[in-house]
């Protein structure tokens, strides 16, 4: 059965750093991409980033590139969001999410098999 916990959530002020973890299990991803999303009252979830298990290929919402570093470790089978330089508008709940490499678009959240049950990031002005 396969478990995506995501931690690292929390309140920062803007300009902040903050660091997701997304801890998988339950099957090997050397086929999956792994992706973040948000989503806040009211709205459609937002992809952030993606990052594919087995060439570390990345993708970034443009609102966050320059900004949001997604990285995976093999060994921990773990996924990271670094978030620098925080902003209000990044408060959301964050999600992590697999699929399949070959199932088509990484930033759609539509097509994603698995989800984490998210954690608040709440950024402060």
């Known amino acids: 059965q396969v478990q995506l916990v995501e931690s690292g959530g929390g309140l920062v002020q803007a300009g902040g750093s903050l660091r997701l973890s997304c801890a998988a299990s339950?099957?090997?991803?050397?086929?999956?991409?792994m992706g973040w999303f948000r989503q806040t009252p009211g709205k459609e979830r937002e992809f952030v980033a993606a990052?594919?298990?087995?060439?570390?290929?990345?993708s970034y919402a443009d609102s966050v590139e320059g900004r949001f570093t997604i990285s995976r470790d093999y060994a921990k089978n773990t996924v990271y969001l670094q978030m620098n330089s925080l902003q209000p508008e990044d408060t959301a709940v964050y999600y992590c999410a697999a699929k399949l490499v070959a199932s088509g678009t990484e930033n759609k959240w539509r097509g994603y098999d698995y989800w984490g049950q998210g954690t608040q990031v709440t950024v402060s002005s």
């Open positions: 990052i594919r298990w087995s060439f570390g290929i990345t």
């Open positions: 339950g099957r090997t991803f050397s086929s999956y991409a």
